[in-house]
């Protein structure tokens, strides 16, 4: 669904129907897919620009445009990505359209199984978790339900990072939305692999629990924003209805000492 709102290829009649039933009552969603895309893109570009080379993309999906490892090799030519999902044909695709190196890994693991996931992580040996690193989790814990305890496994995940590693969450909100489409967008998820649950703003910031938040742009105090606001030239243009239908941030973990970190400058 996500690959054909961006102008994908790579997707069946199921999912053009079941983002049809979306765009029905929001027709902005195609826009909003992309807020958040460029989001993941713009916060992994500033942690490489801050010298994280070594990333985890998780629920990574299939790319309609420019993937993670060709934008931070732009800034890092030598930036180590490895790419994380639990849908096997989704594997299948992604391992298609990206390099056999040594600097760019598949695999296939699940959000809800941090353990197993990071067990993975660590037989493939792309990722060095004693080195800082960026881990993107975009759009994906929206598909964890309570059940999964969604903080639960992320914190597992963060807790296995060094210090100095920084981490971007994005999560569709019905905060903007009215009940009526919220529950439309939810109903449009039922025959999915995954459920749709919208979160709050509050439920999203909890999120980042033991992270310090990086300001979203010059002069903001550290929170969470609309996608499209997130490092963007001009906040006040970037916070449109697009950018609304998400909560995104980007956390950095602290040292002991916890030295004061950039804000995001575009």
């Not at 180590?80 to 298609?96: G, L, N, Q, T």
């Not at 950095?252 to 400058?265: D, F």
């Amino acid at each position: 669904m996500y690959n054909h709102a961006l102008g994908g290829m790579d997707n069946f009649t199921a999912d053009r129907e079941a983002v049809a039933k979306i765009c029905a009552v929001l027709p902005g969603f195609p826009a909003a897919a992309w807020a958040n895309r460029s989001f993941h893109q713009r916060a992994a570009l500033w942690m490489a620009r801050q010298g994280i080379s070594q990333f985890i993309d998780i629920g990574c999906g299939i790319p309609a445009r420019e993937t993670t490892h060709e934008a931070v090799r732009r800034i890092l030519p030598a930036a180590r990505v490895a790419y994380v999902d639990h849908d096997p044909e989704v594997i299948s695709v992604v391992k298609a359209l990206t390099p056999a190196d040594d600097s760019t890994a598949v695999t296939l693991a699940d959000l809800r199984d941090p353990a197993g996931l990071l067990t993975i992580l660590h037989l493939d040996g792309l990722i060095e978790l004693a080195e800082p690193a960026g881990l993107l989790v975009t759009a994906v814990l929206q598909f964890t339900g309570q059940a999964s305890d969604p903080g639960q496994c992320l914190a597992r995940l963060v807790a296995a990072l060094a210090p100095g590693s920084y981490v971007a969450v994005s999560h569709m909100t019905g905060d903007h939305l009215s009940p009526r489409v919220a529950a439309a967008c939810i109903g449009a998820y039922q025959g999915a692999a995954g459920q749709l649950t919208l979160r709050t703003r509050a439920e999203v910031e909890t999120f980042f629990a033991g992270l310090d938040l990086v300001p979203p742009y010059q002069g903001a105090r550290p929170e969470v924003t609309g996608a499209g606001v997130w490092c963007a030239e001009d906040a006040t243009m970037a916070d449109d209805e697009s950018s609304r239908l998400w909560w995104a941030g980007v956390g950095h973990k602290p040292a002991a000492s916890r030295p004061e970190r950039p804000g995001c400058h575009a």
